[in-house]
């Protein structure tokens, strides 16, 4: 584990600025502040008397979140991050990462010794202890199938729990950890992965991108390339422009709700998601309702995707969400759809 628990507990700022730490760039602010070196500094601070009853926010790097209000009690960010090999058979590995350990770079170093998995999901901005959250996933993969154990301070209990994958209840952008985010602190993941690639390249564009790469028999780690190139060109860049990525989750419907709306708009994208029932773009919907490139002030939604919504300076929180609920509502009175935010709105219901 890196760095040692703090002697006593990990210092306290308070009325702290969050403005550098959320993608959004929304200028709130904490009533308290607080960075774990070590997994112990948890229930430390979380002891402290100040704090007590006070509600806790536990923040990576702020890349799925928006900050509608400021926090009225401690945000704390676990940033204790080593990462290892804890098991190896030869044909596959356990790599177990702490939770503030950056996702891309874990991307990388499980590439880097022969392990694959992870590629498609290389450029997801964020500390791997938010990967189970919401179950991060991009180009068909998602890191819930990787995902064989996740540890977490519980707070309920009071103790350190080991959570099986099972256990987890992963879902699409959905995860046991989302479902009760006041509950369990994620300190480490453990992911299984493979010396044996199954790269899965059917995703569009994915192939086009390789084969501008290497002309031969593709490796995961070209793989996590071409992925990491189709993201810098289709998605804007959080240091350029503030943003959370996705701001709404794809809509699942009954497939014979999607096949009425195809019947009207043959160009609406339908994906097949089990047991009669179906996924919609809803970047198609958004678009297709006139909002791709709409600005208010400084909230607005990009002009490059229109599934982000993007903060050209100094927007507020407030101001991004009523953006958002503006476009939810049109999507829902074109297409009778209802629009679901992905990123953690904190200070506020959707
Ligand atoms: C440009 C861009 C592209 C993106 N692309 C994708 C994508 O392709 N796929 C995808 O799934 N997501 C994507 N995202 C969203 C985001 O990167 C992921 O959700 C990421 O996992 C968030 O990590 P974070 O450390 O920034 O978490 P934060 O934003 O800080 O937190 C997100 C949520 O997780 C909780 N949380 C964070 N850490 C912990 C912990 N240790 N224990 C308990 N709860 C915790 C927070 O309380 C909050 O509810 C994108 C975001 C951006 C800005």
């Known amino acids: ?16 600025s969050l403005g550098s730490l959320n993608t959004l760039r929304v200028q709130a602010r904490a009533r308290w502040l607080a960075e774990a070196r070590h997994p112990d500094d948890i229930p430390a601070v979380l002891g402290l008397p100040e704090l007590a009853g006070q509600p806790v926010l536990v923040l990576g790097e702020g890349s799925n979140v928006l900050f509608a209000a400021d926090f009225p009690g401690l945000v704390l960010r676990p940033l204790f991050r080593a990462a290892s090999v804890i098991e190896d058979d030869g044909a596959t590995a356990v790599v177990r990462a702490e939770a503030g350990h950056g996702w891309d770079a874990l991307v990388d170093w499980t590439l880097a010794r022969g392990l694959a998995g ?10 791997v202890g938010a990967a189970p ?26 103790r350190r729990v080991r959570l099986g994958e099972a256990a987890c209840g992963f879902g ?16 480490a993941v453990e992911f299984t992965l493979s010396r044996t690639p199954g790269l899965l390249l059917d995703y569009a564009g994915v192939r086009e991108e390789l084969a501008t790469i290497t002309p031969g028999e593709p490796g995961p780690a070209q793989v996590a390339e071409a992925i990491r190139r189709l993201r810098r060109r289709k ?11 996705s701001f709404f989750k794809n809509p699942v419907v009954a497939a014979a709700r999607a096949d009425e709306l195809r019947a009207h708009d043959p160009s609406m994208p339908v994906y097949p998601a089990g047991e009669g029932r179906a996924k919609l773009s809803a970047a198609w919907l958004i678009e297709t309702s006139g909002w791709r490139g709409f600005r208010e002030g400084d909230a607005g939604v990009s002009a490059q995707h229109a599934l982000v919504l993007v903060n050209h300076g100094n927007a507020t929180g407030a101001q991004l969400l009523a953006v958002a609920r503006r476009v939810a509502d049109s999507v829902e009175s074109r297409f009778g759809v209802r629009l679901e935010p992905e990123p953690r709105i904190v200070g506020a219901r959707f």
């Open 1 to 16: 584990m890196t760095g040692r628990p703090s002697v006593d507990h990990p210092p306290l700022e308070r009325d702290a």
């Open 118 to 127: 992870l590629e498609n999901l290389a450029l997801i901005p964020g500390l």
């Open 133 to 158: 959250i919401q179950n991060i996933g991009a180009y068909g993969r998602e890191a819930g199938e990787f995902i064989t154990v996740v540890e977490a301070w519980d707070r309920r209990e009071g």
């Open 172 to 187: 699409y952008r959905d995860s046991l950890f989302k479902q009760d985010p006041d509950r369990r602190i994620v300190t």
């Open 235 to 245: 998605l804007p860049d959080p240091a350029v422009i503030g943003n959370a990525g």
